[in-house]
């Protein structure tokens, strides 16, 4: 049982050297990963209670109310 992990290491350890395209491939995917979280997270999706409360007190109350508020109050 434990040689299947020791092979399935050694399986993409060995694919991954090998790759020409593949590198290039997986460099375009982290690129595009990363603007999807760090760029549009930044101009897209403001930091709503830091903007909105002053306080952390505020901040949890708000919380608070949002999430133990009934669905037919929404």
Known sequence: MTA???QLY?????GFR????GKTLWKII?????????V????FFPNYLNTNFHTERDRAGH????????Q???
Do not use: G, Q, W
């Open 10 to 14: 050694f399986l993409y350890r060995d």
């Open 4 to 6: 299947l992990p020791k």
């Open 40 to 43: 549009l997270k930044l101009f």
């Open 18 to 21: 090998s790759m020409v395209v």
């Open 30 to 38: 982290a690129v595009k990963l990363f603007i999807m979280f760090a």
């Open 72 to 74: 037919s109050a929404r």
């Open 63 to 70: 919380v608070l109310e949002n999430l133990t508020r009934s």
